[in-house]
């Protein structure tokens, strides 16, 4: 075995041991929890997972007074959860459910708000931040990161991408593919990439009628 393959491992059962470095708060007493895996480095981090089921769950944070919460009745699974910043949020409302998604929030002081009773399909992306800076020759950067808010009883199909910047009022339906920027008005569906309106004066629910 040679320097770089022990490296490797060292660092991946350190990972494994140290699940969590720092002084932080976790409160999962709650949640109903399978394959829920913490990578956190930093400090003063809160994560509460309320009355829940959580299937197969990365939770990683790299930074300092973040904050997850994740309100009762939710159904979560094959998600990563990701904090690269300080002082960002996560918020889940109540009800909502996740089938897969990458939910990602970068840069400082950002947020993902999720409202309740909403309904994600498979491998939705949601992200503050374009991960890497453009750069406008002379004046710097032009692409810095922005905050996300989905209201409640909104559904997304599946591979959605919803971008930094992106409100999506309560009741509206994304469709399947779309990727969100922007605002996506109330009661509406859109789909396209760009995402436009496509209907308005809509809503949905779980049942078949």
Request: aromatic share 6%; hydrophobic share 35%.
């Amino acid at each position: 075995m040679n320097l770089y393959s022990l490296k490797i491992r060292l660092h991946l059962l350190k990972k494994s041991i140290f699940s969590v470095r720092g002084q932080n708060k976790i409160d999962d007493s709650k949640a109903k929890r399978y394959k829920v895996r913490y990578d956190v480095i930093g400090n003063d981090n809160e994560l509460e997972l309320g009355n829940s089921k959580l299937h197969d769950i990365l939770i990683h944070v790299r930074g300092n007074h973040n904050k997850l919460q994740i309100g009762n009745n939710c159904y979560l699974k094959n998600t990563n959860l990701m904090f690269e910043g300080n002082n960002c949020e996560i918020y889940i409302g109540a009800d909502t459910t996740v089938e897969s998604a990458h939910i990602d929030v970068k840069e400082n002081n950002m947020k993902i708000h999720i409202g309740k009773n909403c309904m994600f399909s498979d491998e939705i992306f949601i992200s503050t931040s374009d991960s890497h800076s453009i750069l406008n020759i002379g004046s710097g950067r032009i692409n810095p990161a922005k905050s996300i808010s989905i209201g409640d009883n909104v559904w997304l199909g599946k591979r959605v991408m919803v971008l930094k910047g992106t409100t999506i009022e309560n009741g509206s339906i994304v469709a399947a593919g779309s990727t969100v920027t922007g605002k996506v008005s109330p009661n509406s569906i859109y789909a396209g990439s760009p995402a436009k309106k496509i209907r308005e004066n809509t809503s949905w629910v779980r049942e078949r009628l």
